[in-house]
């Protein structure tokens, strides 16, 4: 079984990747972020660094898939190749940090992509406002995410929703983050522990 967390920069999909994957006993598959070599300089000028990161990110999530393919054991997987195409790579497009001719050569290489894998069995997302994000980029304290602009950050949020509700074809578990803080309080991640166990094993 395939479980994705989606959702924005700041909402929390590492650390609930890890309470949940052990609770359950799945198998934790989180993105390859800190060894990335494009991103601090992505973040230092996006315009120049945009394909070279989100080929390298494409790449590696090709990678995981067709690993996970392979897997008889439950991942829950920490973002996925999804969201990096419909979200990220299309943002760039739309704040003018990539190309026509470089989103056409990205969109090419993922669509020979596609044939090869299948979608999550639950997508779970992580819905965030801006100021929950910020909020917890700057608690996290990663220099190279500092200077990321609240345009960025809410260009990204519209293209989450419009990703989710519009283009993505799996199922879906909508959580919203903002009034809840599943690290620290049992009850918040209960709550979602709840749901889960409805949606994948049809309790409660």
């Known amino acids: 079984m395939h479980i994705a967390i989606a959702g924005n920069i700041g909402s929390g999909k590492t650390t609930l990747t890890r309470m949940l ?8 598959q989180y993105e390859s972020v800190i060894n990335n070599p494009y991103l601090e300089d992505y973040y230092a000028d996006i315009h120049r660094w945009s394909l070279n990161l989100e080929v390298y990110f494409l790449k590696e999530r090709f990678r995981d898939m067709l690993a996970l393919a392979k897997s008889d054991k439950t991942i829950i997987q920490d973002r996925t190749i999804y969201e990096g195409v419909y979200v990220f790579v299309a943002n760039n497009k739309a704040q003018g940090n990539m190309s026509e001719t470089d989103f056409q050569t990205y969109m090419d290489l993922f669509n020979l992509m596609m044939s090869f894998i299948t979608l999550p069995d639950l997508m779970i997302y992580l819905r965030a406002s801006v100021p929950h994000l910020v909020s917890h980029i700057q608690m996290r304290g990663r220099d190279y995410e500092q200077s990321i602009s609240l345009d960025y950050l809410q260009g990204l949020n519209q293209r989450y929703d419009d990703f989710i509700f519009n283009k993505y074809g799996g199922r879906v578990l909508n959580i919203d983050v903002d009034p809840l803080d599943f690290q620290h309080r049992p009850a918040d991640f ?9 949606l994948l094993f049809g309790l409660f």
């Open 21 to 28: 994957s052990k609770h359950y006993g799945w198998t934790p």
């Open 190 to 198: 209960e709550f979602i522990t709840n749901k889960i166990d409805s």
